[in-house]
Protein backbone atom coordinates (compact mmCIF):
# COMPACT_ATOMS: atom_id res chain seq x y z
CA UNK A 1 0.00 0.00 0.00
CA UNK A 2 1.74 2.92 -1.54
CA UNK A 3 1.37 6.78 -0.11
CA UNK A 4 0.54 5.93 3.47
CA UNK A 5 3.72 7.17 5.28
CA UNK A 6 4.85 10.50 5.66
CA UNK A 7 8.68 11.56 6.88
CA UNK A 8 8.52 14.91 8.97
CA UNK A 9 11.68 16.55 9.56
CA UNK A 10 12.24 17.97 12.48
CA UNK A 11 15.14 19.79 14.29
CA UNK A 12 15.96 17.82 17.91
CA UNK A 13 13.51 19.21 20.89
CA UNK A 14 11.07 21.20 18.66
CA UNK A 15 8.28 18.56 19.41
CA UNK A 16 6.57 15.75 20.87
CA UNK A 17 5.14 12.22 19.71
CA UNK A 18 2.06 13.70 21.86
CA UNK A 19 1.94 17.11 19.50
CA UNK A 20 1.85 14.85 16.33
CA UNK A 21 -0.72 12.49 17.71
CA UNK A 22 -2.51 15.29 18.87
CA UNK A 23 -2.37 17.23 15.34
CA UNK A 24 -3.29 14.25 13.38
CA UNK A 25 -5.93 13.14 15.61
CA UNK A 26 -9.24 11.55 13.86
CA UNK A 27 -7.15 12.06 10.48
CA UNK A 28 -6.31 7.67 10.83
CA UNK A 29 -2.52 7.97 12.56
CA UNK A 30 -1.93 3.85 12.84
CA UNK A 31 1.46 4.18 14.20
CA UNK A 32 4.20 7.05 14.61
CA UNK A 33 8.09 6.36 14.99
CA UNK A 34 10.00 8.88 16.56
CA UNK A 35 12.53 9.18 19.52
CA UNK A 36 12.73 12.69 21.47
CA UNK A 37 15.72 14.21 19.63
CA UNK A 38 15.04 12.39 16.68
CA UNK A 39 16.11 14.64 13.92
CA UNK A 40 12.79 13.26 11.61
CA UNK A 41 9.44 11.22 12.27
CA UNK A 42 7.36 8.84 10.29
CA UNK A 43 3.96 9.49 10.31
CA UNK A 44 2.08 5.90 9.07
CA UNK A 45 -1.74 6.43 8.20
CA UNK A 46 -4.54 3.77 7.70
CA UNK A 47 -5.22 5.58 4.55
CA UNK A 48 -3.62 8.30 2.35
CA UNK A 49 -0.88 10.24 3.62
CA UNK A 50 -1.67 13.25 1.81
CA UNK A 51 -5.27 13.61 2.29
CA UNK A 52 -4.46 13.38 5.85
CA UNK A 53 -1.89 15.67 5.68
CA UNK A 54 -3.91 18.40 3.18
CA UNK A 55 -6.50 18.46 6.39
CA UNK A 56 -4.11 19.84 8.85
CA UNK A 57 -2.48 22.93 6.73
CA UNK A 58 -2.98 25.81 7.54
CA UNK A 59 -2.53 28.63 4.93
CA UNK A 60 -0.65 26.57 3.07
CA UNK A 61 1.68 25.78 5.87
CA UNK A 62 2.06 22.57 7.89
CA UNK A 63 2.55 23.87 11.42
CA UNK A 64 4.00 21.18 14.01
CA UNK A 65 4.83 22.81 18.02
CA UNK A 66 4.50 26.30 17.11
CA UNK A 67 7.49 26.23 14.09
CA UNK A 68 6.76 25.92 10.89
CA UNK A 69 7.61 22.40 8.69
CA UNK A 70 7.47 20.50 5.41
CA UNK A 71 6.02 16.98 5.56
CA UNK A 72 6.87 14.70 2.83
CA UNK A 73 5.03 12.00 1.86
CA UNK A 74 7.02 8.63 1.04
CA UNK A 75 6.37 6.76 -2.14
CA UNK A 76 8.33 4.84 -4.44
CA UNK A 77 11.87 4.03 -3.83
CA UNK A 78 11.97 6.02 0.06
CA UNK A 79 8.68 3.96 1.01
CA UNK A 80 10.99 0.71 0.21
CA UNK A 81 13.41 2.12 2.19
CA UNK A 82 11.11 2.86 5.24
CA UNK A 83 9.71 -0.30 5.24
CA UNK A 84 13.24 -2.13 5.27
CA UNK A 85 14.25 0.41 8.18
CA UNK A 86 11.17 -0.98 10.00
CA UNK A 87 11.39 -4.51 9.56
CA UNK A 88 14.74 -4.32 10.54
CA UNK A 89 14.67 -2.06 13.91
CA UNK A 90 11.52 -4.06 14.83
CA UNK A 91 13.32 -7.38 14.56
CA UNK A 92 16.14 -5.79 16.76
CA UNK A 93 13.84 -4.91 19.18
CA UNK A 94 12.78 -8.25 19.87
CA UNK A 95 16.03 -9.57 19.62
CA UNK A 96 17.42 -7.38 22.06
CA UNK A 97 14.24 -8.06 24.49
CA UNK A 98 15.06 -12.32 24.09
CA UNK A 99 18.41 -11.77 24.49
CA UNK A 100 17.76 -9.97 27.89
CA UNK A 101 15.22 -12.40 28.97
CA UNK A 102 17.56 -15.60 28.09
CA UNK A 103 20.23 -14.28 31.09
CA UNK A 104 17.50 -13.02 33.10
CA UNK A 105 18.00 -14.87 36.22
CA UNK A 106 18.26 -18.66 35.11
CA UNK A 107 14.94 -20.46 35.07
CA UNK A 108 16.00 -23.55 34.07
CA UNK A 109 16.03 -27.29 35.15
CA UNK A 110 13.87 -28.40 38.48
CA UNK A 111 12.38 -25.45 40.33
CA UNK A 112 11.64 -25.65 44.26
CA UNK A 113 7.90 -25.87 44.59
CA UNK A 114 7.16 -28.65 41.69
CA UNK A 115 6.49 -31.68 44.43
CA UNK A 116 8.73 -34.66 43.94
CA UNK A 117 10.16 -36.93 46.84
CA UNK A 118 7.83 -35.43 49.64
CA UNK A 119 8.38 -34.60 53.02
CA UNK A 120 11.24 -36.67 54.64
CA UNK A 121 11.07 -38.10 58.28
CA UNK A 122 13.77 -39.26 60.44
CA UNK A 123 14.01 -42.75 61.47
CA UNK A 124 15.41 -43.38 64.85
Do not use: C
Request: aromatic share 12%; proline share 3%; glycine share 12%.
Amino acid sequence: SSGINAEWPLRPGETSREDMKTLFEGHGVSWVTFNKGDPEAYIRFEGSAQEALEKVRVDEKFILSGKESSPVVLDGTEEEEYWKKSAYEKAEFFNKKNRKRKFDGARGGRGRGRGGRGKRYRRD
